[in-house]
């Protein structure tokens, strides 16, 4: 098993930036990459950002792209979702997740789950 937990979260203003963390613990070498994932009011959880533990290389959905960095630190089995240029459509719960397998973009590519932190950006 692998557990997670989210911290970081909150109500920032358009344009602020907040910084996300999901510590890892268990058995994380049973897992080669972390994303993270979203879920907007009344929509479905979607992709945003994985970042693979071996060699931290990084992928973004086109939403996030140039506003939010992904990275890791291996010794603290800690990932990191930097978001800058906050929008309203940013608004959402943040899920951390870990999995193995080349599908990176879907949820059931990953078998572990953290309980989410709400971002809220207000205008």
């Known amino acids: 098993q692998v557990q997670l937990v989210e911290s970081g979260g909150g109500l920032v203003q358009i344009g602020d930036s907040l910084r996300l963390s999901c510590a890892a613990s268990?058995?994380?070498?049973?897992?080669?990459?972390m994303g993270w994932f979203r879920r907007a009011p009344g929509k479905v959880r979607e992709f945003v950002a994985v970042v693979w533990w071996s060699d931290g290389n990084p992928s973004y959905a086109d939403s996030v792209k140039g506003r939010f960095t992904i990275s890791r630190d291996n010794a603290k089995n800690t990932v990191y979702l930097q978001m800058n240029s906050l929008k309203p459509d940013d608004t959402a719960v943040y899920y951390c997740?870990?999995?193995?397998?080349?599908?990176?973009?879907?949820?059931?590519?990953?078998?572990?789950w953290g309980q989410g932190t709400q971002v809220t950006v207000s205008s």
């Open positions: 268990g058995r994380t070498l049973t897992t080669n990459r």
């Open positions: 997740a870990a999995g193995r397998g080349p599908l990176y973009y879907l949820e059931r590519e990953y078998d572990y």
